[in-house]
């Protein structure tokens, strides 16, 4: 067996050779329940920057509550890029296949994944428009410059986007 320790409420021991975890309580802690709310409770008062490699300890001592610590515990998102279309992606569970996220670029899993699950004809050409019309927005949104300076005094007037937007009069 190999070691654990406990703050005076439970103490954890892993067994690798059979890979189960068994927990022995000092004192009596009433359910797997209780165990995973003061787990859940933990982990969201330690450090933001560590809450993946918690919520993993948290659900190797529970492993049987995996799903519900998943759910319960936000994960930050991750980028992943699509190699088939030079394209960065967000992973999250609506577009994961086991340990597998499918591109909305390509419809390709990263990695790849043989049989993964994709969309019908009719909802991925949906997905297809949609992804290029928020694209273009965020385009034209976001790649817009402001032309300004420290002198703004001095300036007859200022350009957003290209087009003159103030214009002083004299």
């Known amino acids: ?18 890979a189960t975890t068994e927990i022995y309580t000092e004192q009596i802690v009433g359910s797997v329940r209780c165990v995973q709310e003061t787990g859940l409770n933990l ?10 490699q918690n919520t993993t300890a948290l659900q190797n001592l529970l492993p049987e509550q995996v799903d519900e610590i998943s759910q319960r515990i ?24 086991g340990d597998s996220y499918r591109s ?5 899993y990263h990695p790849e994944l043989a049989d993964g699950i994709t969309p019908s004809k009719e909802l991925r050409e949906l997905e297809k428009k949609s992804n290029a ?8 949104y976001y790649d817009c410059l402001l032309y300004t300076s420290d002198a703004a ?4 007037c200022v350009d957003l986007c290209g087009r003159r937007i103030i214009t002083k009069k004299n």
């Open 74 to 97: 936000d994960q930050p998102l991750e980028v992943e890029h699509d190699t088939a279309t030079g394209l960065d992606f967000l992973k999250s569970e609506y577009n994961r296949d």
């Open 104 to 108: 909305p670029w390509s419809n390709k």
């Open 1 to 18: 067996g190999g070691g654990g320790g406990g703050g005076g409420t439970f103490r954890v021991f892993f067994f690798n050779d059979t």
């Open 153 to 156: 005094d001095d300036l007859l």
């Open 133 to 140: 019309a928020f694209r273009e927005y965020v385009k034209l």
């Open 43 to 52: 982990v969201r008062r330690l450090p933001p920057s560590k809450v993946v």
